[in-house]
């Protein structure tokens, strides 16, 4: 158990559509970082934030957005969803912004399918 | 612009063999490396790393070697167990004068044999 906790598990809906991805990160951890991964995809950088505050941002469509709350847990917004935003989306936390010998703890994900 | 390449889609080895997975780059500003598994349903989960001022790194049965010249850095597995089969990723940081997030290579799925 990574202590990083997503929710919800598996998600399906419709295209057009809205939904919010949660999660909570490691206990004193202060960075969360969301990744997108496609069918034989890689990890794809979406968006970083630190204590709070946008940090890095990488590929996310402007379609998504996310943000940091003051309880460190954090949300993904995905909307007017397409048949391509289905992926596997994982939350990871670090205590930092990845100062050397930092690494990423990583929660079990959530299943999109956009139908 | 694929930043970190892992070229092998996967890789079977039998039992008690060593495994190998490779990972190229191409940012020189990366300085720090690491290798996550990844089991079906499951999120990564951190393996190993190796800051660029070292070229290897052991812990237990794997080892990872870098070389900045090439550009390259493998994971090693001695001896495989099919315990090991998952899938590989290779990610690479700047650390905080880059992008502050790691890249991640698409991976390898190796599969360790009975």
């Known amino acids: 158990d990574s202590g990083v906790t997503q929710t919800p598990k598996h998600l399906i809906t419709a295209t057009g559509q809205r939904v919010t991805l949660r999660c909570s990160p490691r206990?004193?951890?202060?960075?969360v970082y969301w990744y997108q991964q496609s069918l034989d995809q890689g990890l794809q950088f979406l968006i970083q934030y630190y204590n709070g505050e946008e940090r890095a941002k990488g590929n996310i469509l402007e379609r998504f957005s996310a943000q940091q709350f003051p309880d460190l847990h954090s949300e993904l917004n995905l909307s007017s969803l397409e048949l391509g935003d289905s992926a596997l989306y994982f939350c990871?936390?670090?205590?930092?912004?990845?100062?050397?010998?930092?690494?990423?703890?990583f929660g079990s994900g959530t299943q999109l399918s956009v139908l | 612009d694929q930043q970190v390449k892992q070229n092998s889609p996967s890789l079977s080895v039998q039992e008690g063999r060593i495994s190998i997975l490779n990972c190229d780059y191409t940012n020189s500003m990366f300085d720090y490396f690491l290798w996550y598994k990844k089991y079906p349903a499951e999120g990564p989960t951190f393996l190993i790393s190796?800051?660029?001022?070292?070229d290897k790194n052991e812990d237990g049965r794997f080892t990872v070697f870098l070389n900045k010249s090439a550009k390259h850095l493998s994971l090693h597995i001695v001896p495989s167990q099919p315990g090991d089969s998952a899938v590989y990723f290779c990610?690479?940081?700047?650390?905080?004068?880059?992008?502050?997030?790691?890249?991640f290579g698409p991976g390898t799925r190796l599969s360790v044999l009975p």
């Open positions: 990610a690479a940081s700047a650390g905080v004068n880059y992008g502050q997030n790691f890249v």
């Open positions: 190796i800051s660029s001022i070292k």
């Open positions: 206990s004193g951890d202060l960075s």
């Open positions: 990871a936390s670090s205590v930092g912004v990845l100062a050397t010998n930092e690494k990423l703890f």
